[in-house]
């Protein structure tokens, strides 16, 4: 009777997950994130992507530009792996996709004010600082490991999107339109999040409605629990429909619009405006508030809606919609199974262990940090009030770091979902020196919280990082040799 209640606790742990993350993330999110991702992939030509990112742009361009796209995006790394998909898939070099995929989540400006605010300015200047150099350092690491499939990505690339030629300023404004979208969504900021109107509807029931549901999947800040709301519920329910609208409408698309693509496309709209709004169900009905979010995302989808049919072609659209359901079938499902196990996975730490095993400086703490972020993950910005919450159970500030620059990078669902894009050794390759430099990171961190002088912590930084560069520069001479030798054999 223990197993099978042990058993059932696991399974409810992975299905209430799994119903929050649904409810809270997926729609202002992750749904533009995959329209941006199908547009990058069907609008933009190849040469404005391979300009600035691709694998033989000068790397003091490349690098900080990747890094500078992702600064801007206050997204979670399973938002961000389908926009890392976009530009990976249209020439991306690894390198720079791989600071990309790195940067946005762990460093963007939004979660590095939100650190200053909840736990240091020193914290955030760490996470910043070592987020930066330690991306652009991975970045370049997987670009001379991985540099002849690089070559092989690249030729593929060419051949795929040959003849395309300069992108046309609809599409372009097509796309900063989808990418205001996201950030409508996603910003919290005053402008936003106030209320600018009220109306409600007169439907008995909804605070018991919302009494069953927080008792289904209880809400508890403090732990990271966000719950299922009312709200949350309806936006499950919209979801579903969107799924099996678009699987009719969408599937097929190159065979022609039907009246399912158009259904599938309204219940997007409506669904994002439904997730737009404030909702407050009580005892008299549920009152609905009319936020800055709701004019900000019914402003783009109107602009959108009417660049759709008055600035792109037909087959501009049928490709956009056709690419954003390919990504949505190809890491949609994996990112379903990512989240229930690890919804599962929480269920079995039990936060006491912080102090006992992450509550000194030491590399054992350091990687015990790094495992919570893999296995306790938790959406952008919310890893930071949890991140308060491990410091006031014990964990030391150099573990805590290490534990803020892996929450956001290596989740459970968005390895599974990048392992899909670049291939299994890749992925883990890509986990292996997250992992190492996060490690890394808080024991550097961790070593001037204890008392190590400022100057010679940077002395180490700046002695790691030039035998990197050494390295690297020594890889990458040997990688130039071998290929002459190849090249002058052949001829």
């Given at each position: 009777?223990?197993?099978?209640?042990?058993?059932?606790?696991?399974?409810y742990?992975?299905?209430g997950?799994?119903?929050?993350?649904?409810?809270?993330?997926?729609?202002?999110?992750?749904?533009p994130?995959?329209?941006?991702?199908?547009?990058?992939?069907?609008?933009?030509?190849?040469?404005?992507?391979?300009r600035?990112?691709?694998?033989?742009?000068?790397?003091?361009?490349?690098?900080?530009?990747?890094?500078?796209?992702?600064?801007?995006?206050?997204?979670c790394?399973c938002?961000?792996?389908?926009?890392?998909?976009?530009?990976?898939?249209?020439?991306?070099?690894?390198?720079?996709a791989?600071?990309?995929?790195?940067?946005?989540?762990?460093?963007n400006?939004?979660?590095?004010?939100?650190?200053?605010?909840?736990?240091?300015?020193?914290?955030?200047?760490?996470?910043?600082?070592l987020s930066?150099?330690?991306?652009?350092?991975i970045?370049m690491?997987?670009?001379?490991?991985?540099?002849?499939?690089?070559?092989?990505?690249?030729?593929?690339?060419?051949a795929?999107?040959?003849?395309?030629?300069?992108?046309?300023?609809?599409a372009?404004?097509?796309?900063?339109?989808?990418?205001?979208?996201?950030?409508?969504?996603?910003f919290?900021?005053?402008l936003l999040?106030?209320s600018y109107?009220?109306v409600?509807?007169?439907?008995?029931?909804m605070d018991?409605?919302q009494?069953?549901?927080?008792?289904?999947?209880p809400y508890?800040?403090?732990?990271?629990?966000?719950?299922?709301?009312?709200?949350?519920?309806?936006?499950?329910?919209?979801?579903?429909?969107?799924g099996?609208?678009?699987?009719?409408?969408?599937?097929?698309?190159?065979?022609?619009?039907?009246?399912?693509?158009?259904?599938?496309?309204s219940?997007v709209?409506?669904?994002?405006?439904?997730?737009?709004?404030?909702?407050?169900?009580?005892?008299?009905?549920?009152d609905?508030?009319?936020?800055?979010?709701?004019?900000?995302?019914?402003?783009?989808?109107?602009a959108?809606?009417w660049l759709?049919?008055?600035g792109l072609?037909?087959?501009?659209?049928?490709?956009?919609l056709?690419?954003s359901?390919?990504?949505?079938?190809?890491?949609?499902?994996l990112?379903?199974?990512?989240?229930?196990?690890?919804?599962?996975?929480?269920?079995?730490?039990k936060?006491?262990?912080?102090?006992?095993?992450?509550?000194?400086?030491?590399?054992?703490?350091?990687?015990v940090?790094?495992?919570?972020?893999?296995?306790?993950?938790?959406?952008t910005?919310?890893?930071?009030?949890?991140?308060n919450?491990?410091?006031?159970?014990g964990?030391?500030?150099?573990?805590?770091?290490?534990?803020?620059?892996a929450?956001?990078e290596l989740s459970?669902?968005?390895?599974?979902?990048?392992?899909?894009?670049i291939?299994?050794l890749k992925?883990?390759?890509?986990?292996?020196w997250?992992?190492l430099?996060?490690t890394?990171?808080?024991?550097?961190?961790?070593?001037?919280?204890?008392?190590?002088?400022?100057?010679l912590?940077a002395?180490?930084?700046?002695?790691f990082?030039a035998?990197?560069?050494?390295m690297?520069?020594?890889?990458?001479r040997?990688?130039?040799?071998?290929a002459?030798a190849?090249?002058?054999?052949?001829?």
């Amino acid at each position: 009777m223990n197993i099978l209640s042990f058993l059932t606790n696991m399974l409810y742990g992975g299905l209430g997950n799994l119903a929050a993350y649904l409810a809270a993330h997926v729609l202002l999110c992750l749904l533009p994130a995959f329209y941006i991702a199908g547009a990058m992939t069907a609008l933009i030509p190849k040469e404005s992507v391979t300009r600035f990112l691709g694998r033989n742009a000068p790397k003091w361009i490349a690098y900080p530009a990747a890094a500078l796209a992702g600064s801007v995006l206050a997204v979670c790394s399973c938002t961000i792996v389908p926009l890392f998909a976009g530009i990976y898939k249209k020439g991306a070099g690894i390198g720079p996709a791989i600071t990309f995929l790195f940067f946005a989540p762990a460093a963007n400006i939004l979660a590095l004010v939100y650190t200053g605010g909840v736990i240091g300015l020193d914290l955030a200047f760490a996470r910043l600082i070592l987020s930066l150099t330690f991306g652009i350092g991975i970045g370049m690491i997987m670009a001379l490991i991985f540099r002849r499939s690089d070559i092989e990505h690249d030729a593929a690339t060419d051949a795929m999107f040959a003849g395309q030629g300069k992108m046309r300023r609809a599409a372009l404004i097509f796309l900063l339109l989808l990418v205001a979208l996201l950030l409508a969504g996603t910003f919290k900021i005053g402008l936003l999040t106030n209320s600018y109107g009220q109306v409600t509807l007169p439907i008995a029931g909804m605070d018991r409605f919302q009494d069953f549901l927080y008792r289904l999947v209880p809400y508890d800040a403090s732990k990271g629990q966000e719950g299922v709301t009312a709200q949350g519920a309806i936006l499950i329910g919209l979801l579903l429909l969107i799924g099996l609208t678009s699987w009719k409408g969408l599937d097929n698309i190159h065979e022609g619009f039907n009246a399912w693509t158009w259904i599938a496309m309204s219940l997007v709209g409506l669904t994002l405006l439904t997730a737009a709004v404030g909702m407050s169900p009580h005892a008299g009905g549920l009152d609905i508030r009319f936020t800055g979010r709701f004019f900000g995302v019914l402003l783009a989808i109107a602009a959108l809606v009417w660049l759709m049919f008055k600035g792109l072609s037909e087959d501009e659209l049928r490709d956009w919609l056709w690419e954003s359901w390919r990504f949505v079938k190809q890491i949609f499902p994996l990112l379903v199974v990512g989240v229930f196990a690890v919804g599962v996975i929480r269920v079995l730490i039990k936060p006491e262990w912080i102090e006992a095993l992450a509550g000194q400086n030491t590399l054992l703490g350091n990687l015990v940090g790094v495992l919570f972020g893999v296995f306790m993950y938790f959406p952008t910005l919310v890893e930071v009030p949890i991140a308060n919450m491990f410091l006031s159970l014990g964990m030391h500030r150099g573990p805590l770091l290490a534990y803020l620059m892996a929450d956001p990078e290596l989740s459970l669902q968005s390895i599974l979902m990048i392992s899909v894009i670049i291939g299994r050794l890749k992925a883990w390759t890509y986990v292996g020196w997250v992992a190492l430099f996060s490690t890394l990171a808080g024991l550097i961190y961790g070593a001037w919280v204890d008392g190590v002088s400022l100057g010679l912590v940077a002395l180490y930084l700046a002695l790691f990082l030039a035998l990197l560069a050494g390295m690297l520069w020594l890889v990458n001479r040997r990688n130039q040799q071998k290929a002459i030798a190849e090249k002058a054999f052949a001829d």
